[in-house]
Nanobody, 120 residues
Framework: QVQLVESGGGLVQAGGSLRLACTVSGVLVRFNAIGWYRQAPGKQRELVGTIDAGGIIDYADSVKGRFTISRDNAANTVSLQMDSLKLEDTAVYYC??????????????WGRGTRVTVSS
């Protein structure tokens, strides 16, 4: 059974940093594509970034240069380092796994999300 569990969310001041983790069980992250999404209140879900099985990473323009995705094959986790956080980064963040080399939507599995609140 494939499960994804996000952790690391919380409250942070604007300009600060948070690191989210997506712990995966049931499959190996190094053979699959992972995506990070977010959904702010009243807004559509946004794909923040992806990492494919080969380790190629892509980011949405809204987070490029501030967010960094990394993968730890030994721990079977994918992390999202968020720096220079802005008020508009406030959202519930989800990780998702696509059982493919390259991430395509819709993904096969979702985590339950972790809330990130950026305060002024």
């Amino acid at each position: 059974q494939v499960q994804l569990v996000e952790s690391g969310g919380g409250l942070v001041q604007a300009g600060g940093s948070l690191r989210l983790a997506c712990t995966v069980s049931g499959v190996l992250v190094r053979f699959n594509a992972i995506g990070w999404y977010r959904q702010a209140p009243g807004k559509q879900r946004e794909l923040v970034g992806t990492i494919d099985a080969g380790g190629i990473i892509d980011y949405a323009d809204s987070v490029k240069g501030r967010f960094t995705i990394s993968r730890d094959n030994a721990a079977n986790t994918v992390s999202l380092q968020m720096d220079s956080l802005k008020l508009e980064d406030t959202a519930v963040y989800y990780c998702a796994l696509d059982r493919a080399y390259t991430f395509t939507e819709p993904p096969n599995y979702w985590g339950r999300g972790t809330r990130v609140t950026v305060s002024s």
